[in-house]
């Protein structure tokens, strides 16, 4: 499997950006894709998480209301509608994909490179 993202970039506080994830090769094996940030001197923490049929949805409790994950089924695509965006969002945020639901990184088995959300305050 392999999980191409793309759409940071630099926001101002409260702005907006989505992020796009596309997996391609064997996502027949896929159960959910999920994404993570690293910010500087940080661990990996999640952020949001989605079913591969797209129905469930889970989310980090400091991006709940802000944030948005969903699933274009037909091009194998995962989104994610980041709103409100706030300085501690700055991060590179990461996809990620694996069988099972779960917030922690080492569950997932396959990851995308790296995409850098900068917001200013």
């Known amino acids: 499997v392999q999980l191409q993202a793309c759409g940071g970039g630099l926001v101002q506080a409260g702005g907006s950006l989505r992020l796009s994830c596309a997996a391609s090769?064997?996502?027949?094996?896929?159960?959910?894709m999920g994404w993570f940030r690293q910010a500087p001197g940080k661990e990996r923490e999640f952020v949001a998480s989605?079913?591969?049929?797209?129905?469930?949805?889970s989310y980090a409790d400091s991006v709940k209301g802000r944030f948005t994950i969903a699933k274009e089924n037909a091009e194998n695509r995962v989104y994610l509608q980041m709103n409100s965006l706030k300085a501690e969002d700055t991060a590179v945020y990461y996809c990620?994909?694996?069988?099972?639901?779960?917030?922690?990184?080492?569950?997932?088995?396959?990851w995308g490179q790296g995409t850098q959300v900068t917001v200013s305050s």
């Open positions: 990620a994909a694996g069988v099972l639901r779960s917030v922690i990184a080492s569950s997932y088995d396959y």
């Open positions: 090769g064997r996502t027949f094996s896929l159960g959910f």
């Open positions: 989605i079913s591969w049929s797209g129905t469930r949805t």
